[in-house]
């Protein structure tokens, strides 16, 4: 699997749009940029993939770059509850597992 | 999206001692993992646990510490065995869901191990 770097903490206010960046330079053409996060105490949560196109669901926003070398993930309207590690990770399942980073730790301040 | 109950959810352990993790899955999946997540570390990949067959561990770990057990599709033990301090950590059973025709992992809830 590709590595990928993240900021290792971020702040944001709270109502406000958290934009967490990404870079996985080395990411492979046939492996996705998936984003998990973890609350404190608690397994890591799938939040959003995607390939090459950008995606978005309930949760969020990934945006990914043309030549797929980083992306960024939005949380539109950052909540108290969104406080949480954010892990960024380029991976192509084939039966192979997941390998986690270090992630950021977005803090979203009152 | 499945469910996985992870038990126990916490323990307190001596020394020397052993101590068996349960993950129960609602629906059956081929995939399933046990993570370790050391105090303010990020999670590390113990090893694959495969039904049928041995489990597949990553490098730094090995059968006689961490034994697993995968008896049928819907269940999996994690043994932390011969304990030490350095094992407490918090153990994170994982199983893979492709229901929504793609992957993506779920976790269970762990277990915070503490070794005294």
């Known amino acids: 699997d590709a590595k990928t770097t993240q900021p290792t903490s971020m702040d944001c206010a709270e109502g406000r749009a958290a934009n967490l960046p990404c870079n996985h330079s080395t990411i492979s053409g046939n492996e996705y940029v998936y984003w998990y996060r973890q609350i404190h105490s608690q397994g890591p949560q799938y939040i959003i993939h995607g390939l090459k196109n950008n995606e978005t669901n309930e949760m969020a926003s990934l945006i990914i770059t043309e030549d797929r070398k980083s992306s960024t993930l939005i949380l539109p309207h950052a909540t108290l509850r969104d406080t949480a590690v954010y892990y960024c990770i380029a991976w192509y399942s084939g039966n192979t597992p997941l390998v986690f980073g270090k992630g950021t730790r977005l803090s979203v301040i009152a | 999206s499945a469910v996985i109950s992870q038990k126990p959810s916490r323990d307190i352990c001596q020394r020397g001692t052993s101590l068996t993790i349960q993950c129960q899955v609602d629906?059956?999946?081929?995939?399933m993992f046990w993570y370790r997540q050391q105090p303010g570390q990020s999670l590390t990949l113990i090893a694959t646990?495969?039904?049928?067959?041995?489990?597949?561990?990553e490098s730094g770990f090995v059968i006689d510490k961490f034994p697993i057990s995968r008896p049928n599709l819907t269940f999996s033990t994690l043994t932390v065995s011969n304990m030490s301090p350095e094992d407490s950590s918090i153990y994170l059973c994982s199983v893979e869901d492709r229901s929504k025709g793609y992957e993506k992992l779920f976790f269970g809830s762990g277990t915070q191990l503490s070794v005294l």
């Open positions: 629906s059956q999946v081929t995939m």
């Open positions: 646990a495969n039904q049928g067959s041995e489990a597949t561990y």
